[in-house]
Structure formats: structure tokens, C-alpha cells
């Protein structure tokens, strides 16, 4: 199990208190990051995540006071941080420090062990840090001090009346740029993971909101939009297929593409169908090359260069993420403490992460390791109770709804609650059934398109409108994987995409 997945460092159970009812409980704790192969401790460092805990008891969250250590070999870096406030002598500093570097020298190969490493930089606070972090990366002071105004103006929206943001939208247009939208973004989406959902439905409703009242949000809109026909239209050609889609009928489709001066289709197309451009498919592809001949040879030998291209760079992206993924399973199954590890990683945790679960529970389960299997099988159960927590209101919902044992007890509990919902349960219902349908999980997609069919009988005239202004649900496709388990997890490209309120 977690062949291939380098030593990571574990973070260690610690019996703390909490500072507001003093109730002891157990906590994960991380005192060493290594950025270089740990990128999602990196981030939960940046992002101020890493340490941060929730009382059981009373539901109080702070950020834990503890030395940290931070690493990381390609840039030769290493940083440590001993808090003033925890008041340690000097010989403690320093015995801490030499421990935590010691740490890391040991996990590292003989090769890597360098100089570097005997002379580790102090930082008085962890922002400071944190800076030092950001600015070995590139990213300057003054890119940081950007950025703060960018949250200060996020503030100042949040704190005037919404009747006054097209005003401000106006004159701060030139601000409300890119990176401030994908800060608003990640803001709410980390008040989510930190149970702040008043918090991340402002921030959302903020961003909606101005995406329509800026120039750069109008844009992204118009951008998405296009994105949104330019996928939907692939899914289209497939659905089309039906029983006949083969590499001969998918190969046809792309030469269409490429005919049609529609290219742009062809990474949807790769990335949807990426299991049938195998090595027999581009063998294909060749012996179409070769009875070819002049333009129709030129234009298919740019089409194989193009394919390759795609297939190799969605390979190399795949592969980071199962890596990244394996490394976050194993974090999670060597901890002490499930709940607190899971919740720590929650932003690893997508479609990759359950795939590398469930293919190493169903490896445990067919070598008859129990142990390991029931370790994972419990780790399944919290990811999908955690999941479910953190998950917006309407996909609970939706969740409730597909675990109703019973049509009528689906039914019935669409009549008591559809309405606080509305045409939004519509929305993320279409949503939800193009990227289920693209990923193969028709059993779950069926059962979807029921319940939706249900939702337009209870919320009738909403219902229509949001008929006339959607396309066609996508059909099942014709074969499918095993399904992990009842329920959906919705990721994360869905979850993200914005929609003009």
C-alpha cells in the first residue's frame, strides 16, 4: 500500500486545553513542513490553516502556539520559528531548533544533506515566515502589501450596503481584477472548510456580485460562459455516440473537430475520453496518416502532434495529483486522530483522493490484509461524513435525497423543502449531471435525473423557467465503474465555476 510515496512528516497527537473552556481534548499538531514534497502543508501554512483547531467541546477555534520548522531542498531554504509568547530560554530555543533540523537532515538521502541545513534562519514571528516563504517563491513585499489592499477592499464592500457596490465597483473598477476574484474565492471557500458559512455566503455573494458590475468580472463571465457551450458541446457529441462511441467513431470526431476549425474542442475532448486515446488509438491515427496524403495527411499528422501534446500534459497533471493525493492518504491513515487529520487536508480531498482510497482499500481487501482494510474502510466513512459537513446546503440536500431508501420518501421530502431552494436546486442538479455523466457514474446519474424530474413537479412554474433557460440533461453513458458509495462529493470544478446571479 502507498507504493512509490516518499517519507512524509506525520503530525503528532498533543493534549492540549482549550483556551476558552478549558476542556482538554487531543489535536494534531505540525511542527515540521517541507514544501518541496508536501505542497499541501505549504499551503495550509500560507494560508494560515496549518495548527488551526476547533474546540469539541464548546466549538472555539484558534491556532495552536508551537515551534514549526519549514523546508524546502529546491531553493536550499530553512526556516525556524519558535513563538516569543511560549517564553523558552534561549538552551530550550536552541535545543528545539536542533531537533527539528536534525528531523529533517534524517529523512533526506546522504546526497541532499547540505550545508544549508547546519545554519537554519530564525524568524521572529510566523508571518515573518511566511514572507520569507512567499519571497523565495518570487513573490515580493510589495506583491504582498497588493494583496492586502485587495482584502482591505474586499472589507470595505462588506461593510457598506450592497446598494452602494455599483458605486464603489465604479471607481475601484480598475482594482477588481482577476487575482481579487480568486481571492474572494478562496476566502469563502476556507470560511467553509472553518464552518464560517455566513462568512463564505457573503464572500460569495460579493463576488457574484461584482463579477457582473466590473469590467474583468464581465469578462470571466463571458469567458466561463463560452467554456461552459465549448464543454457542453463535446458532451453533446459523445451522448451522441451512444453505444457506437469506439477509438474509430472518437478519432472521426476529433478529424471533425480539426476540420471544423473547432481545436479548442479537443482538450474537452482529451480530458473527457482520455481511456480510449490509448496506444491502439493513436496506432489508428497512424495507419489514417499513412493512406493519407497531402493536405488531409497534413492535417492529420498536426492532429496526432496536438493529441500527443494534450494526452501527455493531462498524464503529467494526473500524476501530480495522485501523488499529491497518496501522500495526503497516508498523512491521514498513520494519524492518531482521523477527524483532525481529515479536517486539516480537506482541500486535498477531491475525485483523485477517493480514487487512490478506493483502489488501495480494494488492493487491501483482494491480498487479505484486514488490517489495512478496515483502517481504510474507516477512513472512507469519516471522508464522506467530513465531506458531506462541509458541502454547500443544496448538495446536502441533494445528498439527503439520493439516500432516501424509497421514491416516495425522496418525494416526500422534496415537497417539505424544494421551495427553500428553488431554482437553484435546479441548477446544481444540471450541474451535477454533466459532471457525474462525464465520469462515468450512470447508476448515480439515473437516479439524479428522477429526483430532478420530481423537483420540476414540486416547484412547477420555477421549474419551467429554468427548463427554457437550460439544455438537456446529459444521457448515461453506456458503461461504468463501480460507484464508491451512495451520495455525491462535489468537486471542485463544479463548486468553483461562477454563474451570473
Known sequence: ???????????????????????????????????????????????????????????????????????????????????????????????????????????????????????????????????????????????????????RLAEQFLQSDPEQWQALAQQHDAELDEEFFAMLTASAEAALRNGRRDVAQAMLMLRDALLSLSSVGQRLLSQGAEEETRIQAVVDDLNALGNQLSRETLLDLAIRYVQADTTDRLEVL????????????????????????????????????????????????????????????????????????????????????????????????????????ARLRQVMERVMDILAENAPPVIQFINQLLQQPTAEGARALLAARAAEFGRELLEVMNTLLGELSARGRSATVERLLTLRQMAVDVLGDVALQEDEQSASAPEPPASEPPERKDGIILPFSARKRPRNS
Do not use: W
Open 1 to 151: 500500500m502507498f507504493q512509490g510515496v516518499e517519507h512524509m512528516f506525520q503530525p503528532m497527537a498533543r493534549q492540549i486545553s482549550c483556551p476558552s473552556c478549558r476542556q482538554p481534548f487531543t489535536a494534531q499538531v505540525e511542527q515540521i513542513v517541507d514544501g518541496e514534497r508536501d505542497p499541501s502543508a505549504k499551503a495550509r501554512l500560507l494560508s494560515g490553516t496549518l495548527n488551526a483547531v476547533r474546540c469539541p467541546y464548546c466549538g472555539y477555534e484558534f491556532r495552536l502556539s508551537t515551534p514549526i520548522a519549514y523546508h524546502d531542498a529546491s531553493k536550499e531554504l530553512l526556516l525556524v520559528n519558535v513563538p516569543m509568547e511560549l517564553g523558552l530560554p534561549s538552551a530550550e530555543q536552541e535545543r528545539l531548533i536542533g531537533s527539528l533540523t536534525q528531523a529533517i537532515m534524517n529523512s533526506l538521502p546522504q546526497e541532499k544533506r547540505k550545508g544549508y541545513l547546519l545554519m537554519p534562519r530564525s524568524t521572529l514571528t510566523l508571518q515573518g515566515m511566511i514572507e520569507a516563504i512567499l519571497e523565495a517563491d518570487g513573490i515580493t513585499k510589495e506583491m504582498i502589501e497588493a494583496r492586502r489592499k485587495k482584502l
Open 270 to 373: 482529451v480530458g473527457l475520453a482520455r481511456p480510449i486515446m490509448d496506444y491502439a488509438f493513436f496506432q489508428l491515427l497512424a495507419q489514417r496518416i499513412e493512406s493519407a496524403s497531402g493536405t488531409e495527411q497534413t492535417l492529420l499528422k498536426m492532429l496526432r502532434d496536438h493529441l500527443l501534446d494534450l494526452t501527455q500534459a493531462l498524464d503529467q497533471q494526473t500524476q501530480a495529483m495522485v501523488q499529491q493525493a497518496a501522500q495526503a492518504l497516508q498523512a491521514i491513515v498513520n494519524s492518531q486522530d482521523l477527524d483532525a487529520a481529515i479536517r486539516a487536508r480537506i482541500e486535498d480531498i477531491d475525485d483523485t483522493f477517493l480514487s487512490v482510497l478506493s483502489a488501495n482499500l480494494q488492493n487491501a481487501e483482494q491480498t487479505g490484509n484486514q488490517a489495512a482494510a
